[in-house]
């Protein structure tokens, strides 16, 4: 399962995944699906360090996008701001 939360709002989005190489695909549909509706562009990505996020892959897009990543320290829940 895979979770977006949008932090202004607390909008939730959920995917069901089947590999982590899926995590991609499903953020891009997140993306589109977020800014059609708000209007407004994703400025920030707040992760964990799990691999399905630290593809290259998945860096170039965001950096193609202009979208910072923001990385959770390891073994630091409390840094995680809504979701564990």
């Known amino acids: 399962m895979l979770l977006f939360i949008d932090d202004a709002t607390r909008f939730t989005s959920v995917y069901i995944i089947k590999r982590k ?3 991609l695909d499903c953020f891009k549909e997140y993306q589109a699906d977020m800014e059609k509706q708000t209007g ?3 400025k920030r990505l ?3 360090g799990g691999g399905e996020y630290t593809s ?3 860096e170039k897009f965001l950096k ?3 979208i910072l990543k923001e990385t959770t ?6 840094s995680k ?3 564990e």
């Open 46 to 48: 707040h992760t964990d």
């Open 40 to 42: 407004k562009r994703i």
């Open 73 to 78: 320290a390891p073994y630091s829940s409390q």
């Open 56 to 58: 290259k892959e998945f």
């Open 21 to 23: 190489s899926d995590v």
């Open 81 to 83: 701001r809504f979701v």
């Open 64 to 66: 193609q996008e202009g």
